[in-house]
Structure formats: C-alpha cells, structure tokens
C-alpha cells in the first residue's frame, strides 16, 4: 500500500516535510490545479499564473528526479475542481494506506483536511510546516503568558536562537535594530537596478494562455509576466538581490518614488511564500554579505528582522488566533471598499499610483501597502473584511497566513493592539516625505482644510476623533489628542466638515 504525499501549490520544495521518508516504490504525490483555490477570492490574474506556472515546473522536476507525480491540470476533462475532490479520485485510482499533507498556510484549508479521515476512512497524517523557522508550537509557548506581544522581543530571541548577526551573545554593531537609520527620504537622480525578467518557456505560455481564458475577468494584467518560476530563477531573483540591491535596502526602505515600484527591495515574498526559496537561506546570504563588506549593517540588520521577525511573527499570530482573528473589528468599522481600489479613478496622487501598480505587477512594496493603501483604509473605517480581501485578492505573495495579520492587525488595528502598540495612522506630510507623490496630485499636501486640501490631512483627525472612546486610554495617542483639543472650534469644525463632504463624494460617485 502507498502513501499519497499532498503537495499544495504554496509548498514548492523537495525539503517539505511531506516528503520525508518518501518510498520510491510506493509512494504517489498528488499535485492539482483546482477551481475552487483559484476563485475563493478572485485573485490577480499574474498571481494564478506564477502559481500554476512554478506548481507546473515543480512537478516536472520531481518527476525528472524519479518521484512519482499524479498533476491534474486545471483544464482536465475530470478535474472536480477542489482538493477534497482530487484526493478522493486518487484515492479510488490506488490503494491508499495514509495521506500525508504538510500542514497548510491558511485555516479555512486546514479545516478541511481535518475531515478526510473520517470521510475517506484512511489515515491523515499533518506535518508541521517546515519552511518557517518558529513552529506554531513555539510561538504559542512565547506568547503564553505575556502581557502584550511586539514583534521586536520575538526577534531578539530569533535573533539568539538561529545565531544570526551575533558576536559573542550580544548583537552585532551593539544595537537590535537600526531601523533609525532607515528612513531616508528618496531622492532625485537614485540608480535603481531594474527587477528580475526572464524568457517565459512552453510551461509559462500555456498558463498564460490558460489563464487569460479561465480568468479574463480577474483583476489585474497578465503580461508582461516576468516572475520566477523554478527554485533556480527564484535564486537568481536572490542574487541579484544581494549583489545589486541590498546595500541600499535599509537607506530607502521607506521611500516610494512615482515610476518605481521595485525600489531597493528584495521581492523574494512570492518565491518566499511558495516553498522556491526558504527563509533561512536568504538571511544567512544576507549575513554572509555583510561579514564581505558588501552591505552595511543597517540595511543587513533591517532585512534580517523582516524575515526572521515580522514575518514569522505574523504567522505566529495568525496561528495563535484563527479563526477569531477573522472576525475582529476593533472600531465597529464598516464603510464600504472604495471602488478606486480596483479602477485606480481617484485624483489622490498616491492612492492612484500604488493601485496602478498593484494592478500592473501584482506587488506593491510594503510602505505603499501600509501607508498609503492601509493608512486611507485605516482613515476610511472601511470594513475590516473587506479591505482583507482586497490584499489577499491583489498581491501574488498574498495568503492568509501573512495577509490577514498584516490587515487586521497591523494596517486596520482591528485587533485592537494585539499585534501592533498603536494605529499607524498619518496625514499627508508623512507620504509627502517619503515619496514624491504629492508633487503630481490635483489635492495640495500643505492645505489642511477646503475642498484642494490633501484628504489624507483631515482625515487623520477625523478618524482620531471618530474613534476616542477606542484609542483615549492609548498612551501613545496621548499628545494627538492634547493637540486636537487645544485647537479653535472652527478648525476641529472644518476638518468635520470636509471629512463629511469627502466621505459623501466618495460614496455617491463622485471621483475623489
Ligand atoms: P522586502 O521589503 O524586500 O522584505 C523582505 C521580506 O521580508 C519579504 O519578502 C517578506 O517575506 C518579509 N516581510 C517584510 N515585511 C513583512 C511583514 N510585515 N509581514 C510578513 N513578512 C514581511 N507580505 C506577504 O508576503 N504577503 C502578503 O499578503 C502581505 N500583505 C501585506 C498587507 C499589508 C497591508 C501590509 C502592510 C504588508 C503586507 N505584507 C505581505 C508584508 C510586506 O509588505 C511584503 O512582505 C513585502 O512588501 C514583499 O515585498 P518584498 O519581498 O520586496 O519585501
Ligand atoms: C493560491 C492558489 C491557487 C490560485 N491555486 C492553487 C491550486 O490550484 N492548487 C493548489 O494546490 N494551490 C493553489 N493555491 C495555493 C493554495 O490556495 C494554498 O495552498 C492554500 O491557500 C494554503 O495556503
Ligand atoms: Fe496623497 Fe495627499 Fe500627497 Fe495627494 S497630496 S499624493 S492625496 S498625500
């Protein structure tokens, strides 16, 4: 009898749990581009492709290594379009001891493998997921019994725990973090290196092809389609990286520039989060590169703590609270998505620019997602579900695991401050520092008040306001609020004023 061995189009690697012990003789992985993945949210239409491209790859170099690989395509005459349905038909074409599957990235999925083994009757045996470097377990056991949970003590102790930027146990350089030094406004005249592209091959095509007649109407343009698709491509997306971008990465992390969506980050998130590369491996090249002197240890330090701190830590989170983490809606907020999410039809400079590319490349970087996407939603009180499906919709390297802390917790403060100390809420002097937005827009950044003035400004204030019973006892708003009351009546009534005027434009059509 066999094993069937699930492998899920986000766990790409031959070191998945899943496939430890794998007996060539007997063993059979089950491999299937399903309907239902595919439209549980609407994805971008790039994100399908790079999946079922690099899930396509993925099977035909296991099956060049001599592994036995069952693939349902999603255009198969008898696919029945869901992993439930593909796993009974493998079930019925062999005879099946256990199915063993890597423990999935999202709950709704989890859920429901729980339930095949009383529904198929056969064994089910779920891996701990092993591409992330904290188990579920040992965030549980972190967090238990803390007062209040910050990422920045998490990473201390992944910090210690996988040796990473130590010397002789304590920090290197001194410091944690040198995120101080990581601010800087951008600049004109920057050389940025442009992304990674390649040659799309037969495979890619035929998604493609696929792609755009299944999905037409999906958000987002398919071509030109560059993304990495094989764990080769993905290290050279990696390399690339070190060598060309990593050195200026912790300087300009912050800064957004119109014309730049690639900046000088690493856009190693979708390669990341489906198994082509795996954490620990980018960070100890990173590391290597500042032990050669190739990157300062701002920028080293700064990569280091997104992976092996925030991104960990979301997860953790995640784990820790689904599936009431869903549901959480700290403000009671529950204004509809704004349709300029999807059409980009907004005389806001730089809501305009980051939807564009969002919807170009399927990425945007993660100061355009917080502080402008997040930062007007946050503004807006718009329902925490809905902006969660947005993100999860529109970002290739979206899944739950990642997406909904990053929503919930970090952009929307649903959670109420579980994941982050405060709202990160700012008025339109924080993008206009960070970015050059503000130059083309038709609102002016510097007017407070009136119908010209930047939204993101009065909206600020509107939303401390809106919410005071929620934030009063925060100690960290403490000074907004000092600095709200002591205004005159007439500005705490014009920005109430244009709030209410800006939010029935947006509402009733109007472009805003
Ligand atoms: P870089 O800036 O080069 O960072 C390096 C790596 O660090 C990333 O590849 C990523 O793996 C990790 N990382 C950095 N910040 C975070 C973070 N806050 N949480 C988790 N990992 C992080 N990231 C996703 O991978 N998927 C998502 O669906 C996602 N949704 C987000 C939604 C919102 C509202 C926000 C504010 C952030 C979201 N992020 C998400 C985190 C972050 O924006 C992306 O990981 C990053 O933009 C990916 O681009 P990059 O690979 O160039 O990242
Ligand atoms: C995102 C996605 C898509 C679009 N399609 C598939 C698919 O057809 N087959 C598959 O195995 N996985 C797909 N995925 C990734 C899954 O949604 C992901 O494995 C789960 O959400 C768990 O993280
Ligand atoms: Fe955005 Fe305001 Fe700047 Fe316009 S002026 S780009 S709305 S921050």
Redo the contacts with the bound molecule.
Sequence with gaps: MSNLRLILGDQLSVSMSSMEGYDIQQDIILMCEVWDEAVYVKHHKKKIAFLFSAMRHFAQELKQSGYRVEYTKLDDNNNTGSFRGEVSRALKRHNIKKIIVTHPGEHRILTEITHWEDDFDTQVEIRPDNRFLCTVESFAAWAKDRKQLRMEYFYREMRKKYDLLMEGGKPIGGQWNYDADNRKSPKAGLNIPPPYTNDTDHITNGVLELVEQRFDEHFGSLEPFYFAVTRHQALQVLNLFIDQRLEFFGDYQDAMIEGEPWMYHSHLSFYLNCGLLLPLECVELAQHAYREGKAPLNAVEGFIRQIIGWREYVRGIYWLNMPDYADVNFFNANRALPDFYWHANT?????HQCVLETEKNAYAHHIQRLM?LGNFALLAGIEPKQVNEWFLTVYADAYEWVEMPNVSGMILFADGGYLASKPYAA??SY??KM?N??K??????SRKNGENA????YLYWDFLIRNRDYLNSNHRLGMMYKTYDRMDKEKQNAIHEDSIRFFSHMENGTIV
């Design positions: 005389r806001m400079n730089c809501l402008v008025g339109g993008i206009n970015s937005y503000c083309k827009c038709h609102y002016r950044v930047c939204p993101f400004n």
